[in-house]
T-cell receptor
Framework: EPEVTQTPSHQVTQMGQEVILRCVPISNHLYFYWYRQILGQKVEFLVSFYNNEISEKSEIFDDQFSVERPDGSNFTLKIRSTKLEDSAMYFC??????????FGPGTRLTVT | AQTVTQSQPEMSVQEAETVTLSCTYDTSENNYYLFWYKQPPSRQMILVIRQEAYKQQNATENRFSVNFQKAAKSFSLKISDSQLGDTAMYFCAFMKGAGDYKLSFGAGTTVTVRA
């Protein structure tokens, strides 16, 4: 069964450094999402992406964040200058023309 | 903006027994979808069950069923014949039926199944 994959599973970085989180959505899916979950809190929407552009973003998704689909398979989330409060689990999700979203296993980001 | 409320932070249930998790939501939309996701200790998000708001019939997936009360904006999850593998955090989620289809999650309920 096709699945969403994410790499790395765990990333440790120092405050102020740039990180890139990678996702490979299910191959025939058209819509892509990033969510984050701070430990012990609920899952929050960050951004949605369709047709090579951002379709919606939350107030969390400020200028430090960017997304890209550099080729036909990868979907990346970049944090330009990480802060301590960016420490969280980051989930990628994708869907086809139907409404059901499929989540990847997540990347745990630790900012020290 | 839609808000999703899960009022039970933690629930405990004996193996083979039944547990019901509550979820309420606030929306002015008429067309939307509701979901329950399971997050085990691995933190993977796993879809358990979904409900289309236009359907009156409650969704059922094996031991999991929902009680969808549209007028009351309530969407509870019942886990029957609880198994140890059901131990997880459960999130209720709302999605508008148009636009971007982003998910709005509740705060979650931790379910512990006791042997």
């Amino acid at each position: 069964e096709p699945e969403v994959t994410q790499t790395p599973s765990h990333q440790v970085t120092q405050m102020g450094q740039e990180v890139i989180l990678r996702c490979v959505p299910i191959s025939n899916h058209l819509y892509f999402y990033w969510y984050r979950q701070i430990l012990g809190q609920k899952v929050e929407f960050l951004v949605s992406f369709y047709n090579n552009e951002i379709s919606e973003k939350s107030e969390i998704f400020d200028d430090q964040f960017s997304v890209e689909r550099p080729d036909g398979s990868n979907f990346t989330l970049k944090i330009r200058s990480t802060k301590l409060e960016d420490s969280a689990m980051y989930f990628c999700a994708s869907r086809d023309r139907h409404y059901e979203q499929y989540f990847g296993p997540g990347t745990r980001l630790t900012v020290t | 903006a839609q808000t999703v409320t899960q009022s039970q932070p933690e629930m405990s249930v004996q193996e083979a027994e039944t547990v019901t998790l509550s979820c309420t939501y606030d929306t002015s939309e008429n067309n939307y979808y509701l979901f329950w996701y399971k997050q085990p200790p691995s933190r993977q998000m796993i879809l358990v069950i979904r409900q289309e708001a236009y359907k009156q019939q409650n969704a059922t997936e094996n031991r999991f069923s929902v009680n969808f009360q549209k007028a009351a904006k309530s969407f509870s999850l019942k886990i029957s014949d609880s198994q140890l593998g059901d131990t997880a955090m459960y999130f209720c989620a709302f999605m508008k039926g148009a636009g971007d289809y982003k998910l709005s999650f509740g705060a979650g309920t931790t379910v512990t199944v006791r042997a």
